[in-house]
């Protein structure tokens, strides 16, 4: 147990090191604007693609609380634009595609060449593979918020029929089960979607057992960042700095921590698989 707990240390010694030597704190920079702009193309492509529209069937309370949960911050300005543009969206339907490619391949091209790198591998797909693979995980990332839509409708209906069972004696038993499913369900899908980053993105047979501990490792810090910055957010003063588009600024710096700690689990989980697989040799 203590040469184990010895050699993470060692590997997380190393991890950061090379985490900051590639520049990651600068590509996580990138990765962040190119999620800003990418989100709205994304969010109205995947609702307009499923027949889902927000006007039709009133979904943006859910949707709400879906992005809520992985947000930091009141996801209000978001949501009011995206009602306000999904009444035209027959009209953006081309241009979202467009964005949304240039702005997928903008997040997850480097994502991939950074993964590549934490694990060794020396040779990269042909570019059309990757700007669709790019795509690919462009919509499996929204997807995953589509499904949070569906489990927030299913969590809600749950809690009722707990409710008319339990009767109100039992409220607080049931808001607990409640938020105890609510997190229990967001932490699953962010675990999900990380698990598929780790997979698809490196260019090798990663395989899911080899993904999972770096996705977890992620899903774990990401989830204690996520409750750290909503606890410090307010003292930050992004509207007394930026005014009216302070909302947008914090977005963009919670992207920017969220890919900092996606490179930095790929750099760990690389790590640890050496160290304990495959005992410093890396067959790829």
């Known amino acids: 147990m203590d040469t184990q707990w010895r050699t993470t240390r060692i590997v997380l010694r190393q991890a950061l090191g090379k985490f900051l030597r590639e520049d990651s704190l600068m590509i996580s920079g990138s990765i962040a604007y190119h999620s800003l702009l990418g989100i709205f193309p994304l969010l109205l492509l995947l609702l307009g693609l499923s027949g889902l529209y927000i006007h039709h ?46 702005s997928s391949s903008g997040v997850f091209l480097p994502l991939e060449r950074a993964m590549n790198r934490a694990w060794g591998v020396g040779s990269e797909r042909p570019w059309w593979r990757r700007r669709l ?57 962010a675990l999900l979607l990380f698990l598929l980053l780790f997979e698809r993105l490196p260019h090798a047979e990663m395989g899911f057992g080899r993904a999972f501990p770096g996705a977890l490792l992620t899903a774990v810090l990401w989830q204690a960042a ?28 919670w992207a920017y921590i969220s890919s900092a700690l996606i490179l930095f689990g790929a750099q760990v989980s690389a790590g640890l698989y050496r160290s304990f697989v495959t005992d410093g040799g890396l067959d790829l």
């Open 57 to 102: 069937f009133e979904l943006s309370g859910y949707l709400a609380i879906v992005l809520r949960r992985y947000l930091p911050m009141r996801p209000d300005v978001i949501m009011q634009n995206l009602v306000g543009i999904s009444h035209a969206f027959g009209k953006v339907g081309a241009s979202s595609f467009l964005l949304l490619l240039w």
């Open 133 to 189: 693979l790019a795509l690919e995980m462009a919509f499996v990332s929204g997807s995953v918020i589509v499904v949070g839509v569906g489990s927030v409708i299913l969590e809600r209906a749950l809690r009722l029929r707990l409710e008319n069972w339990l009767g109100h004696r039992f409220l607080r038993l049931t808001a607990l089960l409640y938020h105890l499913t609510a997190a229990t369900v967001s932490f699953g899908l």
């Open 226 to 253: 996520r409750l750290v910055f909503t606890l410090l957010l307010p003292f930050f003063n992004y509207r007394h700095v930026y005014g009216s588009i302070g909302v947008l600024v914090a977005l963009m710096s």
